[in-house]
């Protein structure tokens, strides 16, 4: 009689393969899921910062270029350039002349928050204004690990005094 030869796995060697094999995919997924927590929150991070520099940039070009500036009850109004900045729904908005509208400068996913702009140097030749606010990533799942939220300072010389 020819002993027969066994071609397949024993009941202890799959149970070990699985075991090996569920360890592993359980490492990746975490991994993976890590890499896109990280990832999406870059994101936020930068959207919040392009958002503030180009907020920033705009308030300086218009604020460097006017005669005077006035701030009452949260509006920058832009004297002889005639322009208004304030916090409207969230959303910093530029309005230019009394009857035009309102554009927002801010993106839709961003949130403005403590807007202020505060007299440093009231100098006749070189006044100096200090503008701060907040700016808040909207988080529209509402998971803790995509929240970000950063303060902006500037300090801004106007070229032409009163």
Known sequence: MKKEKNCGFTLVEVIVYLAIVSVVMVAVIGFSQRIIIVYTK???IQEVQQGARFA??????DMRSC???????????????????????GQLTRKVG??????AITGSNLVVQNFTVTTMANTVISPSY?????LKYKNSNNLPEYDWQQDFT????IR???
């Open 154 to 157: 500037t300090t801004i010389n």
């Open 160 to 162: 032409h005094g009163n």
């Open 42 to 44: 870059s994101k936020n």
């Open 98 to 103: 009394s009857t035009g509208s309102a554009t």
């Open 130 to 134: 200090q503008i701060e606010f907040s």
């Open 67 to 89: 005669q005077s500036v006035d701030f009452t009850g949260g509006v920058l109004h832009l004297e002889s350039d005639d322009i208004d900045y304030q916090v409207e729904d």
């Open 56 to 61: 920033l940039e705009r308030l300086a070009q």
